[in-house]
């Protein structure tokens, strides 16, 4: 999300099946055109999405268990930083490679400074710090046709790119847009060669369309924010910011609201929604200034539980805001699944269980910034499992690019 699903081209066209893709190394890399496919036709087909399993070797991942994190390290990146003529900022989604020991860092630019893309990086980190931050290269997301995305001011679609997640099975890339309601774009999750190369996208329910006139469906910039991977790699979690127009009103300093939890198998199909329950705003802005709260990002541990990041920003009277950051588990066991209902204004059902992990403002650091990416990194030396957080500068001077390095500490 910044502060201060899309129309179709050509319903005719045949989705694309993905070829074996090498992945990015150091050197900058540029995206292989597929031609003539608009978004609405990529949706995938199911011959194409069976094909593409889970990780067979997925054992670390369906036993991890969180009980508590232990800050390792802390890093920035300069505001200014300068890669392949591009503006280093806005990460607003973060996943790891453990085969190529790379990572992927999404920026959430529309397009407005220099064309939509990812970064690649190396990270260093063991017990005790994490070492400065080595961003490798810059790929252009780039539409069916190897087109970059265009800007809001040339119109055609125009992402909003907030999550990242490298899929092993495929060595591809799945990345979510939160779409635009001023210009009718609906919010999608879309899969990409590590070239960039737009391959497909999932279907958007009808519930979630954006309507640029209405107040029903999908909220400006409280869509897409979350995505992960199940744990055994053979569905995909997408998690709202907000809450649907007909799912209530947005949080406020005095009282809480909802946002919803869709699971996907690999054939585009919803297995089951499910209601997450957000914080009231944890503080009052300043008179006449804004606030909000909503989820960022999501991280699956195991089949029933997730990791979910809740973050909040308080403007003040000087217009900068106070960021709060939570790091929540939250357990499906038991919590109704509501994919069948529209509207959740006056509705039975029962969300998901929700226990505080980290509270980041307690951690002691300088700044806690907009916090918006959450991945698994390699094992640590002791055979614990390691997470990693990132934040958003928005392309604001008065923010930083923070990298914080975690130890999970088991149940």
Do not use: H
Not at 110 to 135: C, G, H, M, W
Not at 185 to 205: C, S
Request: hydrophobic fraction near 35%; include cysteine; aromatic fraction near 6%.
């Amino acid at each position: 999300m910044r502060r201060p699903a899309v129309r179709p081209a050509d319903p005719s066209i045949e989705p694309v099946a993905e070829p074996g893709v090498e992945r990015p190394g150091i050197a900058p890399a540029r995206g292989a055109g597929v031609r003539g496919l608009g978004l609405a036709a990529l949706v995938m087909s199911a011959a194409l999405l069976a094909a593409c399993g889970g990780d067979d070797d997925n054992g670390d991942s369906l036993r991890r268990s969180v009980g508590a994190v232990r800050l390792i390290g802390e890093q920035t990146l300069p505001n200014d930083l300068q890669v392949g003529g591009t503006t280093v900022g806005g990460l607003s989604g973060v996943d790891y490679d453990p085969a190529a020991r790379l990572w992927y860092l999404v920026s959430d630019d529309r397009s407005d400074k220099q064309p939509a893309r990812f970064y690649t990086a190396r990270l260093s980190y063991d017990l005790n710090r994490l070492e400065p931050v080595q961003i490798a290269s810059v790929v252009t997301l780039r539409q069916a046709d190897g087109s970059a995305y265009p800007n809001r001011a040339a119109g055609g679609v125009v992402p909003d790119p907030e999550a990242i997640r490298f899929d092993p099975s495929t060595s591809s890339l799945w990345w979510t847009s939160e779409g635009d309601r001023a210009l009718g774009l609906d919010p999608f999750v879309a899969r990409a060669r590590t070239d960039g190369t737009l391959t497909g996208a999932l279907p958007l329910p009808p519930a979630f369309r954006m309507s640029p006139t209405q107040e029903s469906g999908s909220r400006n910039n409280a869509t897409f924010e979350g995505l992960s991977l199940s744990a055994d790699g053979k569905s995909l979690w997408v998690s709202m910011e907000g809450p649907l127009y007909q799912d209530g009103a947005l949080p406020t300093p005095s009282s809480g609201s909802v946002s919803r939890l869709l699971r996907y198998d690999r054939n585009g199909n919803v297995l089951a929604q499910y209601v997450y329950p957000l914080d009231p705003i944890p503080a009052a802005p300043a008179p006449g200034r804004s606030a909000d709260n909503g989820v960022t990002e999501i991280l699956a541990i195991d089949d029933n539980r997730l990791l979910t990041l809740e973050r909040a920003g308080v403007q003040g009277a000087d217009g900068n805001f106070t960021t709060y950051v939570r790091l929540y588990q939250i357990d499906i066991r038991g919590a109704t699944d509501v994919r069948s209902l529209d509207r959740l204004t006056g509705a039975s059902y029962v969300p998901v269980q929700k226990r505080l992990v980290q509270n980041l403002n307690t951690l002691g650091l300088k700044t806690v910034d907009n916090i918006e990416g959450m991945a698994w990194g390699p094992k640590l030396p002791n055979g614990r499992d390691s997470l990693v957080l990132v934040s958003d500068n928005n392309f604001n001077a008065s923010q930083i690019t923070q990298v914080l390095a975690f130890e999970v500490l088991p149940e």
